[in-house]
């Protein structure tokens, strides 16, 4: 049973940045997709960032250039660096995890095609115009 943990989130002013974190603990290993999916009122539930264990990513149209998503090893966690952001990106950011193989099961992952294992507890981001 995997447990993550998310942090980060925050208000913010459009065109700030912030950075959240997810660190994933009791997974034994092996391949796997993990990533942020956001909910913003009003719309369906995105699937924003992800990545595989070999490092292969996913990035949403709305946020390629702007967000970047990176791993570290060592501490089994997931960040996801956002910049400029503006209030379109304000949403409930929730962090998940699945057994992924093969490497293409990303984008499956990513778009809900396959069924997410674990979720975080959700972190706020809130920006303001």
């Known amino acids: 049973q995997a447990q993550l943990t998310e942090s980060g989130g925050g208000s913010v002013q459009a065109g700030e940045s912030l950075r959240l974190s997810c660190t994933a603990s009791g997974y034994t290993g092996g391949m796997v997709c993990m990533g942020w999916f956001r909910r913003i009122s009003g719309k369906d539930e995105e699937g924003v960032a992800g990545?595989?264990?070999?490092?292969?990513?996913y990035y949403a149209d709305s946020v390629k250039g702007r967000f970047t998503i990176s791993r570290d090893k060592a501490t089994n966690s997931v960040y996801l660096q956002m910049n400029n952001l503006t209030s379109e990106d304000t949403a409930m950011y929730y962090c998940a995890l699945s057994q992924c193989f093969p490497a293409g099961d990303l984008v499956k992952f990513m778009t809900r095609q396959k069924r997410v294992n674990y979720w975080g507890e959700g972190t706020q981001v809130t920006v303001s115009s």
């Open positions: 990545i595989y264990t070999t490092g292969s990513t």
